[in-house]
C-alpha cells in the first residue's frame, strides 16, 4: 500500500498556502510534518484525509488492503484533528458504540480499546465529565474500534502526560507493524523508529527519511 | 445510517436536548394567541388553524440551528463529510430526526391546543394531517439554512431570514387546507396534496443543497 | 487559470481579469450613464405627456415607474441565478462579483416595485396595501434579496460566501416559482381586490411606447449600476487583499496567528 501526493496545491482563504508538494509514504512507515505555526502542517493533514479540495495536484492510494478495495482515499483515513469528534452528553460508551457502529469495519472491542488507552472502567460515565487529557485519549480510542489503514493526526498528544504519550507512541507502533499508514503533525517526538520527516516551511518543504 | 438516527434522537431527547423546549414553546404561542386576540371564541376557532400552523413553524425553526453547529464544534462533522455514508443521507437523517423531535410531537399535541383554541374536530382532524405531511418540509428546508449558517456566529437570526420566504408555500396551503375542511365548498385535498408535495420535493432537494453547503463551509 | 504562454483569451473569460475588467468599466461608464440619463428623460417626458386614462386619471403614469422596476427586480434576481450557476459550475472568478452586486440594486428595485404599486392601488383599493397575489409574491421576493445580502455579509471570506449565497440563490430559484403559485392559489380563494395590471389585458400603442421607452432606461439604470457596484467590489477586494499582505509581511515569520 502507498499513499501518494502528486503536486499539491492547497488554498487556505484565499493563499496558497501549499503549491506542488509531492512525496509518497509506504504501508509500514510514518510521516512526521513539522513547521512552524501557520506553515500549513493542519491544512496539509486536511487536504489528504479529504476535508479541503484541492487546487491543484492529487492524492491517491495504491494497492489497498482487499477489505477497502474500492474505497476513496477519504473512506480509508482515520482524522483526528484538533476535536475529538464525542458528544458530551452521551457516555463514553455510547460515544464508542456509534463511531463503531457509524465507521464500520470493527477492529476492537470497546472495552478492549478502552483498555489499550488506559481509561477502562470509564465507559458509564458522560463524556463531558471528563478532563482534557482523558477526552484525547477516547478520541484515540475511537480510532482503536473501527479499523482504517491509514492515520492522518493533527497533534494527536496535545493534552496528554508523558505517560500517555508513550502509551499511543506504542499504539502507533503497532498500527505500522499491522501494516498501516501514519501521517502526523506534532511538535513532539513520538519515539517511533524510522519515520521520515515532512518540514514546511513558508518558501520551502523538505523530506528527510 | 441507523446509527446516525438513533444517535441524533438520544441527544435530542436527553436534558439540553431541546425536545421539550420545543414543544413548550409551541404550547406558548398557542396560549399566547387567545390573549392577544382576545376570548372571542368565533374568532378564535376562525383563526386556529394558522395559529397551530405559525407556531410549529416559529417551533421548529427554533432547533434548526443546532442542527449541524454542535457536530461542528466537536469535530464530528468533520468525521462526516469523511465517512463513506453519503452526506446527503446523512443530512436526510439529521433532518427527519429533527423531525421526529420537533414536528412531530406539535402534531400529536394539536388536539389538545385545538381544543384550548375552540376549534371543531374536522379542522382539528385536518390540521393534524397537513401538520403531518408538512412539518418535514420545514425540516428538510430548515437543514438547507442550517447548512449555510453553520460558520455563523449568531447563525440562528440569519436562518430564520432565509429559511422563512422559502416556508410561506407550505404555510399557505397548510392553513388553506384547515379552512378548506370547514368551508363548505372548498376543497380540502388539493392544498393537503400540495403539501405533501413540498415535503416530498424538499426531503431530495435539502439534503443535497444542505451536504454541498456543508462541504463547502469547511476551512 | 491563464498564463503567459496562452494566446489572449476572448470573451467572457476576458473579463474574467478583474484588472481588465475594471478598465473597460471606466472606458464605458460614462457613456452607459449618459445614455440611461437620456432614456429616462425621455421616458418621464414620454409618459408624463400622455392622455389620462379613462378608468384611473393620471395616476396610470406610475405604471411607467412601476413596471420596469418590477421588470428590473426579476432581471437582477436572474442576474444573481447566472452568477451562482457561474460560481459553482464555471467557477468562473468575477460571477460572485456580479451576483453580490446585484442583489442590492434588485432588492432597490423589488422596493421601488412595492411602494409604486402601493400608491398606484391606493385610489382604487383604499388603503395602502392589498394582500393581491403580484405585491405579496413581491414582499416574499424581497425578504429573499434581504436575507441574501445579509447572507453576503455575515461570511467573511469572499470565497466562502460566494458559495453559500450561490446555493441559496438557485434553491430561492427554485422555490419562487413555487410561492408564486402559492400565493395566488391565496388569493384567488379569497376573492381579494382586482389585481393591478399593467393597464389592463391590452395595451393601448400610446402606452406602450412610453413603457418600452422606460423598461428600455431602467434596463440601462441597472446595467450602469452593476457595472459601478461590481468594480466597486473588486477595489474593495483588492484592498483586503492588500491591507492582508501588509500585516503578513509585518509579522515576519515569529508567531503568526491561524492554523498550523
Known amino acids: 500500500m502507498r499513499l501518494q501526493i502528486e503536486e499539491l496545491g492547497v488554498k487556505r482563504g484565499e493563499e496558497m498556502i501549499l503549491s506542488a508538494l509531492s512525496f509518497t509514504v509506504s504501508g509500514g512507515q510514518a510521516l512526521i510534518v513539522r513547521g512552524a505555526n501557520g506553515a500549513g502542517k493542519s491544512t496539509l493533514l486536511r487536504a489528504i484525509a479529504g476535508l479541503l479540495p484541492h487546487e491543484s495536484g492529487h492524492v491517491s492510494i495504491e494497492n489497498p488492503d482487499p477489505e477497502f478495495a474500492d474505497s476513496t482515499v477519504p473512506e480509508l483515513c482515520h482524522y483526528l484533528g484538533g476535536d475529538n469528534a464525542m458528544k458530551p452528553a452521551m457516555s463514553v460508551a455510547e460515544n464508542l458504540q456509534f463511531w463503531q457502529e457509524f465507521s464500520g469495519h470493527p477492529h476492537l472491542d470497546i472495552d478492549d480499546a478502552l483498555d489499550m488507552v488506559g481509561l477502562d472502567g470509564l465507559q458509564s460515565v458522560p463524556f463531558g465529565h471528563l478532563s482534557t487529557g482523558q477526552r484525547r485519549r477516547i478520541g484515540i480510542a475511537r480510532l482503536l474500534v473501527s479499523y482504517r489503514p491509514i492515520w492522518i493526526l493533527d497533534e494527536p498528544v496535545s493534552g496528554l502526560d508523558a505517560a500517555s504519550e508513550a502509551q499511543f507512541a506504542a499504539l502507533m507502533q503497532v498500527h505500522l507493524e499491522d501494516g498501516g499508514l501514519i501521517v502526523a503533525a506534532t511538535h513532539v517526538p513520538l519515539g517511533l523508529d524510522n519515520a521520515a520527516v515532512l518540514t514546511l516551511d513558508q518558501n520551502s518543504v523538505e523530506l528527510d527519511q | ?219 | 487559470m491563464a498564463t503567459d504562454s496562452i494566446p489572449k483569451p476572448s470573451g467572457l473569460t476576458a473579463l474574467a481579469n478583474p484588472t481588465r475588467f475594471l478598465a473597460l468599466v471606466k472606458a464605458i461608464l460614462p457613456y452607459l450613464a449618459v445614455i440611461t440619463i437620456a432614456l429616462l428623460a425621455a421616458g418621464l417626458w414620454m409618459g408624463f405627456s400622455v392622455p389620462d386614462d379613462y378608468q384611473q386619471g393620471r395616476t396610470v403614469r406610475i405604471m411607467f415607474v412601476h413596471v420596469p422596476s418590477v421588470w428590473m427586480a426579476m432581471g437582477a434576481y436572474m442576474v444573481m441565478v447566472s452568477g451562482a450557476l457561474g460560481v459553482l459550475v464555471w467557477r468562473h472568478p468575477l460571477a460572485d462579483v456580479a451576483a453580490r452586486s446585484a442583489a442590492p440594486i434588485g432588492a432597490a428595485f423589488t422596493f421601488l416595485g412595492l411602494a409604486t404599486g402601493s400608491i398606484w392601488g391606493r385610489p382604487m383599493w383604499g388603503t395602502w396595501w392589498v394582500w393581491d397575489a403580484r405585491l405579496t409574491s413581491f414582499l416574499v421576493l424581497l425578504i429573499i434579496y434581504l436575507g441574501l445580502i445579509a447572507l453576503w455579509n455575515a461570511v467573511e471570506e469572499p470565497a466562502k460566501s460566494a458559495r453559500m449565497a450561490a446555493v441559496v440563490v438557485l434553491v430561492g430559484a427554485l422555490n419562487i416559482p413555487i410561492i408564486r403559485f402559492s400565493v395566488e392559489w391565496f388569493t384567488t380563494l379569497h376573492q381579494g381586490p382586482s389585481v393591478v395590471r399593467a393597464g389592463g389585458p391590452s395595451l393601448a400603442p400610446h402606452f406602450l411606447y412610453p413603457l418600452l421607452v422606460m423598461g428600455l432606461a431602467f434596463l440601462m439604470l441597472f446595467i450602469t449600476l452593476h457595472l459601478m457596484a461590481m468594480r466597486n467590489e473588486i477595489l474593495r477586494r483588492q484592498i483586503r487583499t492588500a491591507q492582508r499582505k501588509a500585516a503578513r509581511s509585518h509579522r515576519g515569520g515569529a508567531n503568526q496567528e491561524g492554523q498550523s
Open chain 2, 1 to 219: 445510517m441507523k446509527a446516525l438516527l438513533v444517535r441524533d434522537l438520544r441527544l435530542a431527547l436527553r436534558s439540553g436536548g431541546g425536545a421539550a423546549t420545543a414543544l413548550l414553546f409551541y404550547l406558548a404561542v398557542v396560549v399566547a394567541m387567545p390573549f392577544a386576540v382576545g376570548p372571542n371564541q368565533q374568532l378564535l376557532a376562525t383563526i386556529g388553524g394558522a395559529t397551530l400552523w405559525i407556531g410549529a413553524l416559529l417551533a421548529g425553526l427554533l432547533g434548526l440551528e443546532r442542527l449541524f453547529q454542535t457536530d461542528r464544534e466537536d469535530g464530528s462533522l468533520d468525521q462526516m463529510i469523511l465517512s463513506p455514508v453519503p452526506l446527503p443521507v446523512q443530512v436526510f437523517v439529521k433532518s427527519l430526526a429533527h423531525w421526529l423531535v420537533t414536528g412531530l410531537p406539535l402534531t400529536l399535541m394539536v388536539p389538545i391546543f385545538g381544543l384550548f383554541l375552540g376549534m371543531q374536530e374536522t379542522a382539528i382532524a385536518a390540521a393534524m394531517a397537513t401538520l403531518f405531511v408538512g412539518t418535514p418540509a420545514i425540516s428538510f428546508i430548515g437543514a438547507v439554512g442550517a447548512a449555510v449558517t453553520v460558520s455563523l456566529p449568531r447563525g440562528g437570526l440569519l436562518l430564520s431570514v432565509l429559511v422563512l420566504p422559502l416556508c410561506i408555500p407550505v404555510l399557505i396551503f397548510g392553513v388553506g387546507a384547515v379552512r378548506a375542511a370547514v368551508t363548505e365548498p372548498d376543497p380540502f385535498l388539493p392544498p393537503f396534496l400540495l403539501v405533501m408535495a413540498i415535503s416530498l420535493f424538499f426531503s431530495v432537494l435539502g439534503p443535497f443543497a444542505s451536504a454541498f453547503a456543508l462541504r463547502q463551509g469547511l476551512d
